[in-house]
């Protein structure tokens, strides 16, 4: 009696170390015969595999892993370039589809990736409108057509509107999805510091220890260490000659701006004769520029400078997105500014156009 006890004591232990949480993934991809599939994921800033399975006549199957929680990943055929996203937890999962329309599989029993899918859904429509005026605003623009280019694109602002507002209402009303914190990383580019804070705060505490939500709270930190009313950071970057010169050494003018931008930036280059032009006019009277540059090729860099004839002071370590004062400023979109005061206080951010005119003129007590 004593040795049947015993071996249902093991036989209970072993059944509870294998029925332990872990994913199962089973595909069937036509044409994938011999190919070693991959599950890959984006870690500390590079793409590592977690896990593998070779196909046998389309099918295959990665089973006995573990994740920590629901996470995007990317199935991934053999060396190619054939891949597709899916939220992948601890169930079990199907897969089907065709290798050489990988991005198009179909997969069901995960939970999360079924919200992923309905939220996806949630947006096409607007998607779709959206797409369709991209190119007829493209198309306007190509023709010179100045009446139909700013048509278009007050409906484009007016359609990515409610893309983001639809994008908000879901983070509002689904606090404890895992797909969750990737829209409120993606609306955050958009949002000031006050705003992504409360989103966060918001949501089900089994979701604030995801890598995710310490990056956007690391990042909340920084943005209210550069927002209006507070001191900007000092930095030391080089210039075109290659001489390094720190931002204190550039205040004391009336007023100073920090011009984050980029050669390859279509959106700086077209932002950039607004800058010269504010410039131009108010350089005398105490208004001075330093451009901050996320380039990565000098010489493209200082032919943008030339081009667009930015006669002020230029600075980068040329390490693009890695740029050390974009990551100070928490800049993760360009163009972007801090306009500063003789004290080297941040009075105003992020003003383009009219609105930098306005407010140089404004402080500067000079009429437009």
């Not at 872990?22 to 800033?45: M, N, V």
């Not at 060396?79 to 992948?88: G, Q």
């Not at 993760?332 to 005119?357: M, Q, V, W």
Request: proline share 3%.
């Amino acid at each position: 009696m004593k040795k049947v006890i015993y071996l249902l004591i093991v036989g209970f232990l072993l059944s509870s170390c294998t029925s332990k949480p872990h994913y199962t993934l089973k595909g069937k991809i036509d044409g994938s015969d011999s190919i070693k599939f991959y599950l890959q994921k984006r870690e500390a800033g590079k793409t590592v595999s977690i896990d593998s399975a070779l196909s046998r006549k389309g099918s295959f199957t990665f089973k006995g892993g573990v994740v920590e929680y629901p996470q995007m990943v990317s199935l991934v055929a053999g060396n190619t370039r054939k891949r597709t996203s899916f939220y992948l937890e601890n169930t079990d999962i199907v897969v089907k589809g065709s290798l050489d329309s990988l991005f198009k599989a179909d997969f069901t029993g995960s939970k999360t990736q079924d919200e992923y899918k309905a939220f996806i859904n949630s947006n096409k429509p607007l998607s779709d409108i959206y797409s369709k005026v991209i190119v007829k605003y493209q198309t306007a623009g190509q023709s010179g057509d100045k009446t139909n280019v700013a048509l278009f694109k007050n409906k484009l602002d007016s359609l990515e509107t409610e893309m983001t507002n639809l994008q908000k209402n879901f983070v509002k009303n689904n606090p404890h999805s895992y797909i969750t914190p990737s829209i409120i990383t993606s609306l955050s580019y958009e949002m000031e510091a006050d705003e992504i804070e409360s989103m966060v705060d918001g949501l089900d505490t089994a979701l604030t220890a995801l890598p995710q939500i310490k990056t956007l709270k690391e990042r909340v930190a920084v943005m209210k260490a550069v927002s209006v009313g507070k001191k900007a950071p000092d930095f030391t970057l080089s210039d075109v000659n290659g001489n390094p010169v720190a931002l204190s050494s550039k205040i004391g003018p009336k007023l100073l701006l920090i011009d984050f931008w980029a050669a390859w930036c279509e959106p700086c280059r077209q932002e950039n004769p607004n800058v010269v032009k504010v410039y131009n006019e108010f350089h005398k009277k105490g208004f001075d520029v330093v451009g901050v540059s996320l380039d990565h090729v000098k010489d493209a860099w200082i032919k943008a400078i030339a081009d667009d004839k930015l006669t002020w002071t230029h600075l980068s370590d040329l390490q693009w997105w890695n740029s050390a004062a974009a990551k100070l400023y928490a800049v993760n979109s360009i163009p972007a500014n801090f306009l500063l005061d003789e004290t080297g206080t941040i009075i105003g951010k992020n003003l383009r156009g009219e609105a930098l005119y306005n407010k140089v003129s404004e402080v500067l007590g000079a009429k437009k």
